[in-house]
T-cell receptor
Framework: GAGVSQTPSNKVTEKGKYVELRCDPISGHTALYWYRQSLGQGPEFLIYFQGTGAADDSGLPNDRFFAVRPEGSVSTLKIQRTERGDSAVYLC???????????FGEGSRLTVL | QKEVEQNSGPLSVPEGAIASLNCTYSDRGSQSFFWYRQYSGKSPELIMFIYSNGDKEDGRFTAQLNKASQYVSLLIRDSQPSDSATYLCAVNTGGFKTIFGAGTRLFVKA
């Protein structure tokens, strides 16, 4: 497809479980971002990749959150020992440049029971 | 102080009127400024970006930037009911991190 693809679109899990969220960016976009959005709030920055490396992971809330992009394309956000407060929509965006023009996927809605 | 501040609204305007959305930011080193539109249940969509002081027009949309006042605005002329959405101001603070405000909800009444 032409846009950013995120899977799953919805994930319901129990407190304490491990979750993986996947993002397939627009072909040719070297920059990839993960954001988290709670109801009524703007997207909250989590991590930015330029190529394979995490150029800025300052937004990851704690060490339960980790993201990888091993081949510089698809990225996976991993959340260990999920907590109810992790419930949110996790948005992935890619960009053709480093200027902030972001193209978002439809998001993965995570619900932790 | 939040890095990017917006009035949460809702801002209600009649169809055909001008909607004015405002945003302030805290980091004086910020270089790039963006407006995203987000419909309910959907992801944000880029509608405007501006890098230099002054105005930038694109169709019914005008973005305005005043770096001295750390202020960005978006004007929507001839507002339509289909413009009803949340408008997110975003600022690139350098180092490629883009920070979003909480958004302003706009309602355009037919």
């Amino acid at each position: 497809g032409a846009g950013v693809s995120q899977t799953p679109s919805n994930k319901v899990t129990e407190k304490g479980k491990y979750v993986e969220l996947r993002c397939d960016p627009i072909s040719g976009h070297t920059a990839l971002y993960w954001y988290r959005q709670s109801l009524g709030q703007g997207p909250e920055f989590l991590i930015y990749f330029q190529g394979t490396g995490a150029a800025d992971d300052s937004g990851l809330p704690n060490d339960r959150f980790f993201a990888v992009r091993p081949e510089g394309s698809v990225s996976t956000l991993k959340i260990q020992r999920t907590e109810r407060g992790d419930s949110a929509v996790y948005l992935c965006a890619s960009s053709p440049s480093n200027t902030g023009e972001l193209f978002f996927g439809e998001g993965s809605r995570l619900t932790v029971l | 102080q939040k890095e990017v501040e917006q009035n949460s609204g809702p801002l209600s305007v009649p169809e055909g009127a001008i909607a004015s959305l405002n945003c302030t930011y805290s980091d004086r080193g910020s270089q790039s400024f963006f407006w995203y539109r987000q419909y309910s249940g959907k992801s944000p969509e880029l509608i405007m970006f501006i890098y230099s002081n002054g105005d930038k027009e694109d169709g019914r949309f005008t973005a305005q930037l005043n770096k001295a006042s750390q202020y960005v605005s978006l004007l929507i002329r001839d507002s339509q009911p289909s413009d009803s959405a949340t408008y997110l101001c975003a600022v690139n603070t350098g180092g490629f991190k883009t920070i979003f405000g909480a958004g302003t909800r706009l309602f355009v009444k037919a």
